[in-house]
């Protein structure tokens, strides 16, 4: 059997680079090496980029840039021509193609995520594994999501857009229509990256300025008490046709105020519900909604769909389209409920993209 010639994307230039790296850890660690050909590589902080043919575990703790012995220089190549990768010699001034079957970038955040990686791959030519350039950038920005979503009639928390030169009128548009407590996020982050719960104008302000340092847009949005829950939605080939499906809603208890950053990816902490425990109806509703989101926001591939469970019924939180693949993350969580294990879920990704 020929193998595939698959390259693992990680790391990247973004507040999420350490998070990226456990994902990719965790799905190296879970392909199989008998279908693929593996080829790593880790995007550095400062977007250098390098083949890295050491120990997986320095990818797991984010030490792989010190490890210098097993970096190469390389560049994902814009060209289709080249269809992959060119591999550097600086001591030559030369180069050699290595070509690529498929891309997965398995990245998280801003430059990653948001469409400007997923713009280079499709200059490449090669297939990769999740959304295009344009599902992925609209998908990153979180008012232009909303946006988009109220069209269609999502149900969604109020919410405003704040930038650097809001005003007064707006922290008062704040506290008469959303009231305490709201959340403050940057438009264009996630794992919860920069998010903050406020109870009062003088925390809001702070909130605003934090999260301005991680986006130049910030959303505040009102507070929607309720169980937080997550749907898995993932396209499949059925006799050569795109089908997709979503998975049964998983219920969080992150085990602290809210579902933080550290609580996703750190302590651990967080109890899971699978399936989330809602009446089935409701189970049903869900699902809808995600596949509904999902094809609105032009995504491909893969996503990771939010809501709350609240009194006011079943509210949309946010949409994530290369969610964490690390060990506890909700995404192969609940695609294995649903009857694809982990190594399995790789395969279909990857199958998915090479046919799309």
């Not at 030490?63 to 001591?91: Q, R, Y």
């Not at 801003?110 to 350039?133: A, I, M, R, T, Y």
């Not at 519900?273 to 909604?289: D, F, H, I, Q, S």
């Not at 995600?290 to 491909?300: G, H, Q």
Request: hydrophobic share 35%; with cysteine; charged share 25%.
């Amino acid at each position: 059997m020929t193998k595939t010639r698959l390259c693992i994307i990680f790391g990247g230039a973004s507040s999420e680079h350490e998070v990226s790296c456990m994902s990719a850890a965790s799905v190296i660690k879970n392909l199989n090496a008998e279908k693929y050909e593996l080829f790593c590589l880790g995007i550095l902080k400062d977007g250098r980029q390098f083949l890295y043919n050491g120990d997986t575990e320095k990818i797991n703790d984010s030490s792989f840039a010190e490890d210098t012995e097993h970096l190469v220089p390389a560049i994902i190549s814009p060209c289709p021509a080249h269809h992959g990768i060119m591999i550097l010699n600086k001591a030559e001034g030369t180069f050699k193609i290595q070509t690529i079957d498929c891309f997965f970038p398995v990245v998280h955040g801003e430059n990653c995520e948001d469409g400007n990686l997923q713009g280079l791959l499709k200059l490449s030519g090669v297939p990769f594994v999740g959304s295009d350039n344009r599902g992925s950038a609209v998908c990153m920005d979180k008012a232009i999501t909303k946006t988009i979503l109220e069209t269609v009639g999502i149900p969604m928390a109020d919410w405003r857009l704040f930038k650097e030169d809001y005003t007064d009128e707006d922290i008062a548009f704040c506290e008469e229509k959303l009231g305490y407590p709201m959340f403050v996020k940057p438009a264009g982050t996630g794992s919860s990256v920069g998010v903050s719960k406020v109870a009062n104008r003088e925390e809001l302000i702070c909130a605003v300025k934090s999260a301005l340092r991680y986006d130049p847009k910030v959303l505040v949005e009102e507070y929607i008490k309720g169980a937080e829950i997550e749907t898995a939605v993932l396209d499949t080939l059925v006799n050569g046709e795109r089908v997709t499906v979503a998975s049964r809603p998983g219920e969080i208890d992150p085990g602290s105020e809210f579902y933080d950053y550290d609580t996703k990816y750190v302590n651990d902490t967080t109890k899971y519900y699978l399936p989330a425990r809602l009446p089935k109806e409701t189970l049903e509703e869900v699902r809808g909604l995600a596949i509904k989101i999902f094809l609105a926001l032009d995504c491909r591939g893969l996503s990771r769909v939010d809501f709350f469970a609240s009194e006011k019924g079943i509210i949309f939180n946010e949409i994530n389209t290369l969610p964490g693949f690390t060990k506890i993350s909700m995404y192969p969580k609940l695609m294995n409920e649903y009857g694809i294990p982990y190594s399995e879920l790789i395969d279909k990704l990857i199958d998915y993209a090479k046919e799309n």
